[in-house]
C-alpha cells in the first residue's frame, strides 16, 4: 500500500484515515456506519465466513472463543487497529498490509519487492501456515486468523498492490464534489460511501454478484499461493481510468469503478473461504 520510503511531499495521508477535513464531513453524513477500511474487511469476513464448511466454521469458533464479538467479522479489523492496543506488534507488522509492485507492470519478484517477507503476500502466507499447523498453541492460531482474515481483505484492495512512488495512491490527491482526499482513501472507503448503505444493505448487496470462480489453495496452503492476487489486484488499480484526468472525481468516475471495488469484495471473501477451508477444515 506504501512505500517504505518516507515522501517528502507536503501531504501526508495516512492508510484508512486520511481525510481532508472537508471530505471526511461528506462521508459522515453520506454514511451512517462505517466504511472500507472497516466495512470492507467485515464484509469480505462475513461473506468468507457463510461459504465455510461446518468444520472449517466450527474451528473458527473454537479459536474465537472468548473475543468481544464472535465471528470473523469481530476480528478483521484487528491488524489494523493495532497501532493503539499493541504498538510494538503493530510497528513490525505495518508493512504487512501491502505490496509495491505497480512500478514493475505488476510483476512480483521476492528479492525486488520483498526480500524481508514483510510484505501483504508473504505474510498472509506465512500466517496461513501457522493457522493450518495444529500442533502450534490455540493463541499462536488465534492471532495467525486474525492476520490472515486481514490480510485477504488488503490484497484485494487493488492499490494496496500499486505503485511506490506515490504510496498507493496516499499521496494522489482527488476532488470529488468540490472535496479534497487521496486515491487511496477513494478506493478504501469514497467509492462505498457515495452507496449510503450499511453493512446489511451491502451484504445483500453484494450477495447478488455471481459467485468467483477461485483457484485451490491447497492442503496446507501450497507456497506462494497468494502472489496471483496481489498482481491482479495491481493490475485492476493500474487500469486505465483508475487514475482520474486531472485529479477529479466525479459521478462518472463512481459509477465506472464502483463495479470493479464490488467485485473485488466479492473475490477477496471466496478466496478468503479457501485459504480458512484449507487452513480449518477437517484435515482428513
Not at 474465537?64 to 476480528?75: D, Q, S, T, V, Y
Not at 495512491?169 to 469514497?190: A, F, I, P, T
Amino acid at each position: 500500500m506504501m512505500s517504505r520510503t518516507a515522501s517528502t511531499r507536503p501531504i501526508r495521508a495516512r492508510r484508512h484515515s486520511a481525510w481532508l477535513p472537508g471530505f471526511l464531513l461528506l462521508l459522515s453524513v453520506a454514511l451512517p456506519a462505517q466504511a472500507w477500511g472497516p466495512l470492507g474487511h467485515r464484509l469480505v469476513a462475513r461473506l468468507a465466513e457463510e461459504q465455510l464448511s461446518p468444520a472449517a466454521r466450527a474451528e473458527a469458533q473454537r479459536l474465537l472463543r472468548g473475543e468481544p464479538e464472535p465471528g470473523l467479522a469481530g476480528i478483521a479489523n484487528w491488524a489494523d487497529n493495532l497501532r493503539g492496543s499493541d504498538p510494538v506488534l503493530g510497528r513490525r507488522t505495518a508493512a504487512w498490509h501491502y505490496v509495491n509492485i505497480g512500478e514493475a507492470d505488476c510483476h512480483y519478484e521476492r528479492q525486488a519487492h520483498c526480500p524481508d517477507g514483510n510484505c501483504v503476500n508473504e505474510a498472509l502466507e506465512a500466517q496461513a501456515r501457522i493457522l493450518a499447523d495444529r500442533s502450534r498453541s490455540d493463541a499462536e492460531r488465534l492471532q495467525a486468523l486474525k492476520f490472515v482474515v486481514h490480510l485477504a481483505g488488503d490484497a484485494h484492495q487493488p492499490l494496496h498492490a500499486g505503485y511506490r512512488h506515490d504510496r498507493g495512491g496516499n499521496n494522489y490527491q482527488v476532488n470529488y464534489r468540490g472535496k479534497g482526499s487521496n486515491l487511496h482513501s477513494l478506493w478504501d472507503s469514497g467509492l462505498l460511501a457515495t452507496r449510503r448503505l450499511d453493512e446489511e444493505a451491502w451484504l445483500q448487496r453484494l450477495r447478488t454478484l455471481p459467485a468467483p470462480a477461485v483457484e485451490p489453495v491447497g492442503r496446507p496452503p501450497r507456497p506462494g499461493f497468494p502472489l496471483p492476487w496481489v498482481e491482479q489486484s495491481c493490475r485492476t488499480g493500474l487500469a486505465p481510468g483508475v487514475y482520474p484526468q486531472g485529479h477529479v472525481v466525479d459521478d462518472a468516475y463512481v459509477d465506472a469503478h464502483l463495479p470493479t471495488q464490488e467485485a473485488q469484495l466479492r473475490l477477496g471473501a471466496a478466496r478468503l473461504a479457501e485459504v480458512l477451508e484449507a487452513t480449518l477444515g477437517d484435515p482428513g
